[in-house]
């Protein structure tokens, strides 16, 4: 798979689709299996347009928590066996191109013979673009259109923002149905205070990916994999009631492992949240619900 990134001339015959496609969820799975089957038909490239921002970031100036980061979201599109990524920079001049202008760009860069989108797919200055002029132009620049009917669940349409709520909620098996694998928890392993050490169950802790939504606090039963092996793990999200530690962390108990990771970039998968945080009246008596805490997860987590 190339990525390319920024705008640049080019004639290269593609099928392609447009969007952000923070979590990269089934919907989105559709289109792009879509487009890569259609540009395998043609014998052409299979290309998905995205920005290396969410626009929030822009016009807020702050910054969405995301599902995915960028190399996960490149990590799954190749899965999906695109062909070609192109990123561009969500700056203000990008951001004041009229949906007309930014096809112009566009086709400046590919020769475009198929659109593949959502049908509720917006673009351009203001959100202006939509299916709607898509088709109304689409004779001007040789392009033939397809729009995709949003997946619904109760009559609620799975997105994005949707899955976002879920996962801050901690909710992980509505996240894990509806984006097609676990969501994850991404961090550098750093120094702890080593408590958990004495506790009888030693735990890495994480300093989180900076971009990455984290789920509501409490415990949770994931896996992570370390040294071309997975590994059951006990996850601790937010503070410690118990000893008076209220500063919000991820703490995980990495089971039947014992090797030094510092410095490390760990990939954990949520499987499903076994409890809230408690504050126990003793270490015993915390030592005790984790102990349940751990039966919990070695029943949920499969290890293949």
């Given at each position: 798979?190339?990525i390319?990134?920024?705008?640049?001339?080019g004639k290269?015959r593609?099928?392609?689709t447009?969007g952000?496609?923070?979590?990269?969820?089934?919907?989105?799975?559709?289109?792009i299996?879509d487009?890569?089957?259609?540009?395998?038909?043609?014998?052409?490239?299979?290309?998905?347009?995205?920005?290396?921002r969410h626009?929030?970031?822009l016009?807020?100036?702050?910054?969405?928590p995301?599902?995915t980061?960028?190399?996960?979201?490149?990590?799954?599109?190749?899965?999906?066996?695109?062909?070609?990524?192109?990123?561009f920079?969500?700056?203000l001049?990008?951001?004041s191109?009229s949906p007309?202008q930014?096809?112009?760009?566009?086709?400046q860069?590919?020769n475009?013979?198929?659109?593949?989108?959502?049908?509720d797919f917006?673009?351009?200055?203001?959100?202006?673009g939509?299916?709607?002029?898509?088709?109304?132009?689409?004779?001007?620049?040789?392009?033939?259109?397809?729009?995709?009917?949003?997946?619904?669940?109760?009559g609620?349409?799975?997105?994005s923002?949707l899955l976002?709520?879920?996962?801050?909620?901690?909710?992980i098996e509505?996240?894990t149905r509806?984006?097609?694998?676990?969501?994850t928890?991404l961090?550098?392993?750093?120094?702890?205070?080593?408590?958990?050490?004495t506790?009888?169950?030693p735990t890495?802790?994480l300093?989180?990916?900076?971009?990455?939504?984290?789920p509501?606090?409490?415990v949770?039963?994931?896996?992570?994999?370390?040294?071309?092996k997975t590994?059951?793990t006990?996850?601790?999200v937010?503070d410690k009631p118990?000893?008076?530690?209220?500063?919000?962390g991820i703490?995980?108990?990495?089971?039947?492992?014992?090797?030094?990771?510092?410095?490390?970039s760990?990939?954990i998968?949520l499987?499903?949240?076994?409890?809230?945080?408690?504050?126990?009246?003793?270490?015993?008596?915390?030592?005790?619900?984790?102990?349940?805490?751990?039966?919990?997860?070695?029943?949920?987590?499969?290890?293949?």
């Amino acid at each position: 798979m190339k990525i390319r990134k920024g705008f640049s001339p080019g004639k290269e015959r593609v099928v392609l689709t447009i969007g952000f496609f923070d979590g990269v969820h089934l919907g989105h799975q559709k289109i792009i299996g879509d487009v890569v089957k259609e540009a395998k038909l043609r014998g052409i490239k299979s290309c998905v347009v995205t920005l290396d921002r969410h626009p929030s970031k822009l016009f807020s100036h702050r910054s969405v928590p995301l599902l995915t980061s960028q190399e996960e979201k490149e990590r799954i599109m190749y899965q999906l066996g695109v062909d070609l990524v192109q990123i561009f920079p969500f700056t203000l001049r990008f951001a004041s191109l009229s949906p007309y202008q930014f096809l112009c760009k566009l086709k400046q860069s590919f020769n475009f013979e198929q659109i593949i989108v959502g049908e509720d797919f917006v673009f351009g200055q203001g959100r202006k673009g939509n299916v709607k002029l898509l088709h109304q132009v689409k004779n001007d620049f040789g392009y033939e259109l397809v729009a995709i009917p949003s997946l619904k669940l109760k009559g609620e349409k799975i997105s994005s923002s949707l899955l976002r709520q879920w996962l801050g909620k901690g909710e992980i098996e509505k996240v894990t149905r509806w984006m097609g694998r676990y969501p994850t928890i991404l961090g550098e392993v750093i120094e702890g205070d080593r408590r958990g050490r004495t506790l009888g169950y030693p735990t890495a802790n994480l300093r989180p990916h900076p971009q990455k939504l984290l789920p509501s606090p409490g415990v949770y039963a994931g896996k992570v994999k370390l040294m071309g092996k997975t590994y059951r793990t006990l996850i601790n999200v937010g503070d410690k009631p118990t000893f008076k530690d209220f500063s919000r962390g991820i703490e995980a108990h990495i089971f039947d492992f014992s090797k030094e990771i510092y410095g490390q970039s760990l990939r954990i998968e949520l499987v499903s949240k076994i409890r809230d945080i408690q504050t126990f009246s003793s270490s015993l008596e915390l030592i005790s619900r984790l102990e349940k805490d751990k039966e919990e997860a070695e029943r949920i987590v499969e290890i293949k």
